[in-house]
Nanobody, 119 residues
């Protein structure tokens, strides 16, 4: 059974940083590209980053490019999202996702971790 468990969310000030983690189990993690998606209050799901199963190739939404870094540790079955220079607009529930289709906004995701950016 696929399980994705996010952690690391919380309250951050504008300009601050947070690092999210996602512990994956129930599948061969190293075989899959992985994603982070988020849902801001009152809005739909937004894809923000992907990383291929080879850990050096990644893609970002324009809204987070240059501020967020996705990475993975295949030995630990863990996905990460380093978030720097946070903005109020980054306030959202962040989900780790497998098999994400960004056109349809569908795939397997965890329960999410809440990030609030506020002074």
């Amino acid at each position: 059974q696929v399980q994705l468990v996010e952690s690391g969310g919380g309250l951050a000030q504008p300009g601050g940083s947070l690092r999210l983690s996602c512990a994956a189990s129930g599948f061969i993690f190293s075989n899959y590209y992985m994603n982070w998606v988020r849902q801001a209050p009152g809005k739909g799901l937004e894809w923000i980053a992907s990383i291929l199963n080879g850990p050096t190739t990644s893609y970002y939404a324009d809204s987070v490019k240059g501020r967020f870094t996705i990475s993975r540790d295949n030995a630990k079955n863990t996905l990460y999202l380093q978030m720097d220079n946070l903005k109020a607009d980054d306030t959202a529930v962040y989900y780790c996702a497998k098999d994400w289709d960004s056109r349809l906004n569908t795939g397997t995701r965890g329960r999410g971790t809440q990030v609030v950016v506020s002074s």
